[in-house]
């Protein structure tokens, strides 16, 4: 299995009954993170319970290539980097019957913020570092363009990742900022009824 490669049907012939289950719910999962408008909203929607985000740093720097291009800005266009997870406080050991419920890190997200495309409200939100992307350019009409929806295959500190989602978001209809998020195998073992998005 390649680390990496476009969201498609792997439900081969002779696979085991759980690995089939598991990809159909991951190419599910695909599905509803292409289609929404908020990945942090849709996270939460999938299992049922409030998430959180945490933001680990942000920095001003240029443009990655494929960026400035979804963007339409110049390569080497400065833009706000961000970066951060969202946990949401998920039963420790449901095996046990335990109710005691720990952070656990549901996926990591990452953006580049084209600051001079948005207006003062926005930027003192970016400013602020607590609240989701999603979030800050609100009241404004906010759409989201997806990119790519990509099949991971690998670990990090933070568990077995599994999907890399890419897209751009245009506010009032102009591209203000690049995102890309990862879901960890977490966030599908944790989904409720089903992890179909309501709405």
């Known amino acids: 299995m390649t ?3 476009r969201l498609r049907d792997t439900h081969r012939p002779g696979a085991p009954e759980h690995v089939v289950a598991f990809e159909a719910q991951v190419a599910e999962l695909g599905r509803v993170l292409r289609r929404t408008n908020s990945f942090t909203r849709a996270a939460a929607q999938w299992l049922g319970r409030p998430i959180s985000y945490r933001l680990v740093g942000q920095e001003r720097r240029s443009l990655a290539v494929p960026d400035a291009r979804a963007l339409s800005v110049p390569i080497g266009t ?7 997870f969202v946990s949401a406080q998920i039963d420790a050991d449901p095996v046990t019957g335990s109710r005691r419920a720990v952070a656990t890190v549901v996926a990591e997200v990452r953006s580049a913020v084209l600051e001079d495309q948005v207006d003062d409200a926005a930027r003192q939100a970016l400013s602020r570092g607590d609240v989701p992307l999603g979030e800050v350019f609100t009241p404004a009409p906010v759409e989201r363009v997806t990119r ?19 897209a751009i978001l245009l506010v009032s209809g102009c591209r203000v900022a690049a995102v890309q998020e990862v879901a960890y195998r977490q966030l ?3 989904a409720a009824d089903g992890g179909r998005e309501s709405g």
């Open 3 to 5: 680390p990496q490669r």
């Open 78 to 84: 400065l833009a706000l980097h961000r970066w951060g």
């Open 148 to 166: 790519a929806v990509e099949r991971l295959d690998d670990v990090d500190e933070f568990g077995s990742r599994v999907l890399r989602v890419s």
């Open 188 to 190: 599908l073992e944790h």
